[in-house]
């Protein structure tokens, strides 16, 4: 149980364009999922925290113009980067949270992303 | 604001040696701790969690350990396998439902 996908696992897109990255919570409901960068070599950062209803908490410096999030219903999250650019190049995981006694986190298996 | 920290960066041992990973974090006051695994290229495995009530959780080869009062979680795993090879991140959450901060991770080689 408590399994979280991600679609696409990679994506290549031009610069200019806009990609959208889903996340869903497969067999689980999520009221709050979460979705975070990783850079090559380094750890994950949050971008924001995802409510479903509601808008998104942005953390410091991330662009909510830039890195649109929907939570539309408690199993979908998606992640849209607007008019991508090079720098924008990462890995992408979100995370669901499993409500209960302990909260765990669990997190989707990532999305690559290139902009050429 | 919580930083998390792992040291080493970088950790080489031969196989069927224990490894002893560890974990600081600055606000003690946590709501759980969660010890992940993360393969090249890949997502995350949670590995353990730990509550902020609790000393320790087992799992197999695996157990974590939580000192809140220093700061601290040491991840131990038993006798070592090439197959262990990945990179270990511990992770603090301030509250119920709420994010998580990394710390930087621990790359791990076990040598055959």
């Known amino acids: 149980g408590a399994v979280v996908s991600q679609h696409p696992s990679r994506v290549i897109c031009k610069s200019g364009t806009s990609v959208k990255i889903e996340c869903r919570s497969l067999d689980f409901q999520a009221t709050t999922m979460f979705w975070y960068r990783q850079f090559p070599k380094q750890s994950l950062m949050l971008m924001a925290t995802s409510n479903e209803g509601s808008k998104a908490t942005y953390e410091q410096g991330v662009e909510k113009d830039k890195f649109l999030i929907n939570h539309a219903s408690l199993t979908l999250s998606t992640l849209t980067v607007t008019s991508a650019h090079p720098e924008d190049s990462s890995f992408y995981i979100c995370s669901a949270i499993q409500t209960g006694s302990v909260f765990e986190q669990y997190f989707g298996p990532g999305t690559r992303l290139t902009v050429t | 604001k919580q930083e998390v920290t792992q040291i080493p960066a970088a950790l080489s041992v031969p196989e069927g040696e224990n490894l002893v990973l560890n974990c600081s974090f600055t606000?003690?006051?946590?709501?759980?701790l969660q010890w992940f695994r993360q393969d090249p290229g890949k997502g995350l495995t949670s590995l353990l969690l730990i509550q902020s009530s609790q000393r320790e959780q087992t799992s197999g080869r695996l157990n974590a350990s939580l000192d809140k009062s220093s700061g601290r979680s040491t991840l131990y795993i038993a006798a070592s396998q090439p197959g262990d090879s990945a990179t270990y991140l511990c992770a603090a959450s301030k509250a119920a439902g709420n994010k998580l901060t990394f710390g930087g991770g621990t790359r791990v080689l076990v040598k055959p």
């Open positions: 606000d003690s006051a946590i709501y759980n």
